[in-house]
């Protein structure tokens, strides 16, 4: 069984930076695709980065590019994804998800994998930034 962990959330200020991990337990391998989406109160979750198992293909939703960098780590048994996200604004508030698929890798000139692509998701990470 798969569980993924997020951490690293809190507080800050406009323009500061911070980073959110997730950690995958379990039967972590063969992750094709993961991911970071967020969820602002009253509105729908919504991708903001992926990241490919294989080749590292990332892509980014508009809004974060330039500020916000995924990243992964396979060098233990486990596998870690990492969100760093600098320059942050108070429109970045939200719940930050980490979520990971088997069956689908991340491209970087169309949008994949889709929200029902993800097997598997984290409990949630609460960012909020103060203006």
């Known amino acids: 069984q798969v569980q993924l962990t997020e951490s690293g959330g809190g507080l800050v200020q406009t323009g500061e930076s911070m980073r959110l991990s997730c950690g995958a337990s379990g039967s972590t391998f063969n992750f094709k695709g993961m991911g970071w989406y967020r969820q602002a109160p009253g509105k729908e979750r919504e991708g903001i980065a992926c990241i490919s198992g294989d080749d590292g293909t990332r892509r980014y939703q508009d809004s974060v590019k330039g500020r916000f960098t995924i990243s992964r780590d396979n060098s233990k048994s486990t596998v870690t994804v990492y969100l760093q996200m600098n320059a942050l604004k108070p429109e970045d508030t939200a719940v930050y998800y980490c979520?990971?698929?088997?069956?689908?890798?991340?491209?970087?000139?169309?949008?994949?994998?889709?929200?029902?692509?993800?097997?598997?998701w984290g409990q949630g990470a609460q960012v909020t930034v103060s203006s």
């Open positions: 979520a990971a698929t088997r069956e689908v890798s991340c491209y970087s000139d169309y949008v994949a994998p889709q929200i029902w692509d993800y097997d598997y």
